[in-house]
């Protein structure tokens, strides 16, 4: 398509600057990728699927399936997310998981009688503990149906997902199993990732690696449980508590790259940190991370960042092997 410059599309995805670090970018609502679709980034590594379950569904999904309607949230579903999936092909698209609280999901029509009051929702039925429970499992399998019905039916073979707030291995297991017997399962064209967001994955990230093909961190949640900071409290983040940058953070982040990486597993991340602080694009690159994911305000300036970066380490290297050739010669 011709744009007001007269330069193509095709034309100005000939001119990405290649990284070695992929730049993904973050989004959730669907309509938008029309805005951005020709910014220079590798794929989608975080679409949130919650503003598709509000804005275009609007009930909550128990309540659809109790009422017949659960082939509607099925096909809404799989338009939102194809939406996003056919501007953008053959660039892969990470769709998430649904990772609503229980107080956001009483808010979707028809939903208060589902959900139960939690006195602490942050840390409670959210992420895949509700996959697994036999009172929300169905809906689980409505939001499977819905990619599947991307892959398979619309053919929209690079759209890839990702599990939330991932506690424990066993309840990855479980997870597994059910979205198996939907028909879908991993293989080398369907990946599927977790995130990193609660530090039992960073210490248990070897025992992970054999479940998926790869994590991806979510340092708004990581943060938030390797210090023990409300990521919502403002007096804690006014006092300076509440900083992805800190060092136990970090620490963190390195042993995930550290354990996927010998695994041969990929790592990327998608909470706020890179696209608000440069100094944790720059820590990351040089630790090796995979990808990085953005909001696409930050696409552009990441990628520069990162270009340089990369270049920076590479004449590093280059003037050490320099230097090893030269004593090895002496
Ligand atoms: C995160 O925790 O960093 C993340 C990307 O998920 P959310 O902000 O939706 O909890
Ligand atoms: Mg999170």
Same mark, same amino acid.
């Given at each position: ?16 600057? %290649? /990284?070695? /670090? ?5 989004? #959730?609502? $669907?309509?938008?990728?029309? @805005? ?8 989608? +590594? ?11 569904? #609007? ?33 892969? %698209? ?12 009483? #808010?979707? =029509?028809? +939903? ?21 429970? $036999?009172?929300?499992? @169905? ?9 599947? @019905? ?37 293989? @080398? ?11 039992? %994955? ?44 800190? $060092? ?13 990486? !010998?695994?041969? =597993?990929?790592?990327?991340?998608? +909470? ?15 630790? +090796? ?16 960042? %990162? ?8 004449? !590093?290297?280059?003037? /050490? ?10």
């Amino acid at each position: 398509e011709e744009k007001g410059t007269g330069v193509s599309a095709e034309a100005l995805r000939e001119l990405y600057p %290649v /990284t070695a /670090t992929k730049i993904y970018m973050n989004l #959730g609502e $669907p309509d938008v990728i029309d @805005k951005y679709v020709d910014l220079p980034f590798d794929g989608i +590594g975080l679409m949130r699927i919650e503003f598709i379950l509000t804005d275009w569904i #609007g009930y909550h999904p128990v309540y659809l399936l109790e009422t017949g309607k659960a082939d509607f949230f099925v096909q809404r579903l799989a338009e939102g997310i194809a939406k996003v999936a056919s501007a953008i092909y053959p660039r892969p %698209v990470v769709v998430r998981f649904s990772d609503f609280k229980t107080n956001e999901y009483r #808010g979707l =029509r028809g +939903g208060e009688k589902y959900e139960p009051e939690e006195r602490n929702p942050m840390l409670g039925w959210r992420g895949v503990s509700r996959y697994i429970h $036999p009172a929300y499992e @169905k809906a689980f399998r409505l939001e499977v149906r819905a990619i599947k @019905k991307v892959r398979d039916e619309m053919g929209l073979k690079n759209v890839w997902v990702m599990l939330p707030f991932v506690r424990t291995t066993w309840e990855v297991e479980r997870v597994l199993n059910i979205m198996a017997e939907e028909g879908l399962e991993r293989n @080398k064209d369907f990946k599927v990732w977790i995130m990193a967001e609660i530090p039992s %994955v960073v210490l248990l990230a070897d025992e992970f690696a054999k479940l998926v093909d790869g994590f991806s961190i979510g340092s708004n949640d990581l943060t938030q449980l390797v210090l023990g900071v409300d990521r919502d409290s403002q007096l804690l983040a006014g006092m300076g508590y509440f900083d992805e940058r800190d $060092p136990a953070v970090l620490k963190a982040i390195k042993m995930l790259i550290e354990a996927a990486h !010998r695994h041969g =597993r990929t790592v990327s991340i998608c +909470g706020q940190a890179p696209s608000v602080y440069p100094e944790i694009v720059e820590f990351l690159v040089a630790n +090796g991370i995979d990808s990085i994911s953005v909001n696409p305000d930050a696409v552009i300036p990441t990628r520069r960042l %990162v270009a340089s970066i990369e270049k920076k380490i590479m004449l !590093r290297r280059l003037e /050490t092997i320099e230097k090893m050739l030269r004593s090895l010669n002496t």
